[in-house]
Every structure is written in C-alpha cells, then in structure tokens.
C-alpha cells in the first residue's frame, strides 16, 4: 500500500494491518503511551472543503504520533489560484513526507499520487470517502468481532460514503445493500467494482429503490445527510425526494435484533434519522467519529513511517 485513495485498491492484508494497527494505538494512547512512529515528519493537509472530523483527527494524529500537521487551505497555497497538481505534487513532494487532501474533484487525488513521491490519503473527494468507511469498518469490527458475512444496509444519498461502503464491504466479504430514489444512486462504475470483487469473496450486493428491503434482516444500518456541500441549491428537492428513505424506528425495527446504527455525521435529525435512533443505544455514531483519529493515525504510520507494522494484523 502506497496510497490510500480508493478502498477498492486495498488487498485483505491491507485491511487486517491497518486495523490491527489501529486497535493498537488505540488501546494504548488510552493508557497513555506516546508513540514516535512519525517523530520529525510533516503531513501536508490540503482542505478545498470545510472539515470538522477530517482536520481534527488527522491533526491530533499526526501530532500523537510524533510529526507536525501543516494545514494549507486553497486560499493558502497556490493549488487554489491556478497552479497545476503537476508542480504542486512535485513541489511539496521536496518538503514533506506526505499529502492528505480533502477536495471536491476525484481525479486531484489520483494526479497528486501520480506525479509526487509521497504517500497521498484521499481525506474526501466527491466520489470516495475511504477514511470514514475504514473508521465505520473497524467500529462494527470492535462491536461484533468480525465482519466477514455480516450484512451492512445503507439508506439514502449514493454518495461517495455510500460508494466506498460499497468497496469496503465487497472488499472484506460483507454483504450490503443500498436503497435510493432513482436517480441518485451510486455510481455505475463504483458498483461495478464491487460486485466483481463481492463475486470474488462470495458476497452479495443489493441496489434498489427500497429501504424496506435494504434494511430487512440488517446487522448494520447506515445513512448520511441528504444534501452534501455543494449540494445547497438543490435542498428543496432533496428533502422532499428523501423523505420516503428516514431512518426511523419503523425501519430500524426492520433490521436485526442486535443491528447497530452508524452515520458519518454530521446528522440533521428529524430528516435522514430520527433522534430516537441516531441518540438511542444501539447507536455507535460516536464510537465511529472516534475511531477515525485511531484508524487515520494507523494509516499514517504505515504510508509514512519507516516501522515494519506487517506483525500488527486483526482478524476480519
């Protein structure tokens, strides 16, 4: 692994190594052991979108693992006044040991990988979202020890958190289904992948129209905000499209007895989910906001340290 930019480029003993690594350092910042791992190395942050979550944790993770975060937003470097990814990724490729960018155009990511010598870690594009998927992984991994033939359903928008769910959850034998109104699913080539590769691993992967018949029998439930950034101007229509796809409790109640909740936040309760189940107790939305630090931080370490972390592997 020498980027993370799109989970479907992950092999299994990718992902066995990352979250191992992440139970790790998770279980031992917690006892208050420091860890060095990129003691003297700089992360460039480049942010062409507004973060809570994604500036937070891999600031703190980079800082807990020894390095220095430097935050560039596009106002800040020269990336958002014209100048091309070509001599950005050279440039920066010459003064710091790795890039996570967080943007609105997908191909970015892959030119940056492409003409830098660093590792690139895809913070967000409007396609993928492979860092939050990796945290949601790994949470429904601490909470039901495994995930090899679990059935994750996700409702809503087929957005970038629905497409690299549907990567993720292919790439580990997971089945999954994804329920949205026509016309706003998920990306024909994204399914694509993932049902070739969930044909591989013998899993299955359901599209359709129907929550109802995503969440039935459900292990895990999923949803995200109906009207991402950039999405303003069509809230109207959105909120009215959607309203058949909440996650309410006649719903949920649809799912498995022991089915958990997750959302990558942020949530707007009273549209995509109800409070009732988004703030009850089989809800882990903010286990799965913190395991982003641990599972970013793991990430990290592997791209851009110099430890063999090949001996810290989880069993999926």
């Keep these: 692994m020498k980027h993370l930019i799109s989970l479907h480029d992950l092999e299994m003993n990718d992902f066995r190594q990352i979250f191992g690594l992440s139970a790790k350092l998770k279980k031992e910042l917690k006892k208050g052991i420091r860890h060095d791992h990129l003691k003297g190395m700089t992360l460039g942050m480049i942010f062409t979108k507004s973060s ?15 390095g220095y975060p430097l935050f560039l937003s596009s106002a800040d470097i020269q ?21 996570m960018i967080r943007t609105y155009d997908h ?52 957005n970038n958190v629905a497409n690299s769910l549907l990567h993720g959850c292919a790439r580990l034998g997971m089945d999954i289904a994804v329920a949205s109104p026509a016309g706003y699913g998920c990306s024909e080539a994204v399914i694509k992948e993932a049902e070739d590769d969930a044909a591989a691993m013998g899993s299955r992967i359901l599209v359709t129209e ?23 101007e069509e809230k ?47 809800s882990l939305v903010f286990d799965e906001a913190e395991n982003r630090l641990h599972v970013q931080k793991a990430v990290m370490a592997i791209l851009m340290g110099n430890q063999d972390f090949s001996g810290e592997t989880a069993d999926i």
């Design 107 to 158: 191909n970015d990511v892959i030119q940056l990988a492409e003409y830098g010598t660093i590792p690139v870690i895809n913070g967000l594009t409007d396609l993928l979202h492979p860092c939050q998927i990796l945290a949601d992984l790994f949470t429904v991994l601490e909470h039901k020890g495994g995930l090899k033939g679990l059935r994750l359903a996700y409702v809503g928008d087929g």
């Design 210 to 232: 129907y929550p109802e018949e995503a969440v039935a029998g459900a292990d895990v439930v999923y949803t995200d905000t109906w009207v991402s950034m950039g999405q303003e």
């Design 52 to 66: 809570t979550r994604t500036r937070v944790s891999f600031e703190t993770g980079m800082y807990q693992l020894g």
């Design 79 to 99: 990336l958002g006044r014209g100048e091309s990814i070509y001599d950005t990724a050279k440039v920066l490729s010459r003064y710091i040991n790795g890039i």
């Design 236 to 282: 109207k229509k959105r909120l009215e499209v959607f309203k058949p796809f909440q996650v309410n409790s006649r719903l949920f109640e649809m799912a498995g007895k022991e089915a958990v909740f997750l959302h990558c936040l942020p949530a707007y309760r009273g549209f995509e989910v109800t409070a009732d189940i988004i703030d009850g107790p089989r």
